[in-house]
T-cell receptor
Framework: AQSVAQPEDQVNVAEGNPLTVKCTYSVSGNPYLFWYVQYPNRGLQFLLK??????LVKGSYGFEAEFNKSQTSFHLKKPSALVSDSALYFC????????????????FGAGTRLAVHP | GAVVSQHPSRVICKSGTSVKIECRSL??????MFWYRQFPKKSLMLMAT?????????EQGVEKDKFLINHASLTLSTLTVTSAHPEDSSFYIC???????????FGEGSWLTVV
């Protein structure tokens, strides 16, 4: 079964410093990986995805993620954190059944709370 | 702008009553939508897959008679929580994707409080 793990419940970083939010995956076949951000009392906002191609994926709000097949990781990064980046971040993998004509069920990690301090 | 809309964003209902939450794809057709439940400070738990024109597929442990899902059109799925109890209070989120796309869009979520 597909799964993702986010080993850190919370990440603390000072504003202006680089940030990394970790994610590892376990899939059969090629992984379709996603990062979403959730602000308090809100739905999920899409940040970026890896389907195929370049291992470094650039997304919204200056975030990027690096797909590492050998380490089965897809860590989210940003060179310079902002206080407004403080939120809950979810890594997810698509559970895809091609015979169902496209079946975009997502399996989520537990989430990592990012706190950026001024 | 938002491509998936949920309504209502917040609802309070009395214990024993039923409440309906709508999920709409705004500018695309979605033959499949997904309903998730999220407890405070927790991850999202997939409840069921909503299939247009056919029965929903429920995840293990989710009561299909309690959480009724109807996907009557290509742009609308509804989740009805029947005979609601306080323990059903939660944040419910739906998602949908374009048929040819790999990006999955989420609604803004619906807070349900059962008193």
């Amino acid at each position: 079964a597909q799964s993702v793990a986010q080993p850190e419940d919370q990440v603390n970083v000072a504003e202006g410093n680089p940030l990394t939010v970790k994610c590892t995956y376990s899939v059969s076949g090629n992984p379709y990986l996603f990062w979403y951000v959730q602000y308090p009392n809100r739905g999920l906002q899409f940040l970026l995805k890896y389907i195929t191609g370049d291992n470094l994926v650039k997304g919204s709000y200056g975030f990027e993620a690096e797909f590492n097949k050998s380490q089965t990781s897809f860590h989210l990064k940003k060179p310079s954190a902002l206080v407004s980046d403080s939120a809950l971040y979810f890594c997810a993998v698509r559970d895809f059944f091609p015979f169902s004509g496209g079946y975009n069920k997502l399996i989520f990690g537990a989430g990592t709370r990012l706190a950026v301090h001024p | 702008g938002a491509v998936v809309s949920q309504h209502p964003s917040r609802v309070i209902c009395k214990s024993g009553t039923s409440v309906k939450i709508e999920c709409r794809s705004l500018d695309f057709q979605a033959t499949t939508m997904f309903w998730y439940r999220q407890f405070p400070k927790k991850s999202l738990m997939l409840m069921a897959t909503s299939n247009e024109g056919s029965k929903a597929t429920y995840e293990q442990g989710v009561e299909k008679d309690k959480f009724l899902i109807n996907h009557a059109s290509l742009t609308l799925s509804t989740l009805t929580v029947t005979s609601a109890h306080p323990e059903d209070s939660s944040f419910y989120i739906c998602s949908a994707s374009r048929e040819s796309g790999n990006t999955i869009y989420f609604g803004e979520g619906s807070w349900l409080t059962v008193v």
